[in-house]
Nanobody, 117 residues
Framework: QVQLVESGGGLVQTGGSLRLSCAAS????????MGWYRQAPGNQRELVAS???????NYADSVKGRFTISKDNAKDTVYLQMNSLKPEDTAVYYC???????????WGQGTQVTVSS
């Protein structure tokens, strides 16, 4: 089993920055690619960024050039650096990890990001 714990959310003004962290524990070897998703009220959960075990990254078009996903393997932690934040980035941000040996994903509990205009 894997536990994912997010931190770093909060309230920030338009144009500001936040860095989210996702610390993994447990059966780390069973994790594949990791990612950040977000869900705003009334919207479906959407992919923000992902990173493979080999370090290949992928971003939603809406965050390209503003957000950066990275991984510290020594700390089993994935980060999401968010710059030039906009009110439309307001959402609950969730960390997830692909299950390598079965279908589905591990999910964290989420962290709220609110961008004021």
């Amino acid at each position: 089993q894997v536990q994912l714990v997010e931190s770093g959310g909060g309230l920030v003004q338009t144009g500001g920055s936040l860095r989210l962290s996702c610390a993994a524990s447990g059966s780390i070897f069973s994790m594949g690619a990791m990612g950040w998703y977000r869900q705003a009220p009334g919207n479906q959960r959407e992919l923000v960024a992902s990173i493979t075990n080999g370090g290949r990254t992928n971003y939603a078009d809406s965050v390209k050039g503003r957000f950066t996903i990275s991984k510290d393997n020594a700390k089993d932690t994935v980060y999401l650096q968010m710059n030039s934040l906009k009110p439309e980035d307001t959402a609950v941000y969730y960390c997830n990890a692909e299950r390598r040996f079965s279908s589905g994903y591990y999910w964290g509990q989420g962290t709220q990001v609110t961008v004021s205009s």
